[in-house]
Nanobody, 122 residues
């Protein structure tokens, strides 16, 4: 069974940092582009970043550029999202998702994790 499992969410103060993990099972994560998406309360889900299957290409939503970094460790079959300078507006459920397409659009993604809650609050 192909599965993605996120972990690492939690409560953090504004300006703080978190690292989210997305562990794959049932398939090799290096065959897939992996994206991170989030859904804030009352808002549409948005795609915030993606890393190509090779790991050579990454892209980020403008609002997280310079604060969030996506990386992958194929030996651990895991993709990471390092988040720093967190703001209250980053509060959301964060999902990782996999695709054999480029992952430019949310509809590209075939496999989804269950999501992990990140809350930024003092």
């Amino acid at each position: 069974q192909l599965q993605l499992v996120e972990s690492g969410g939690g409560l953090v103060q504004p300006g703080g940092s978190l690292r989210l993990s997305c562990a794959a099972s049932g398939f090799s994560v290096d065959d897939y582009a992996i994206g991170w998406l989030r859904q804030a309360p009352g808002k549409e889900r948005e795609r915030i970043s993606c890393i190509s299957s090779s790991g050579r290409t990454t892209d980020y939503l403008d609002s997280v550029k310079g604060r969030f970094t996506i990386s992958r460790d194929n030996a651990r079959n895991t993709v990471y999202r390092q988040m720093s300078g967190l703001k209250p507006e980053d509060t959301a459920v964060y999902y990782c998702a996999g695709t054999k397409r480029k992952g430019t659009n949310e509809t590209d993604y075939n496999y989804w994790g269950q999501g992990t809650q990140v809350t930024v609050s003092s």
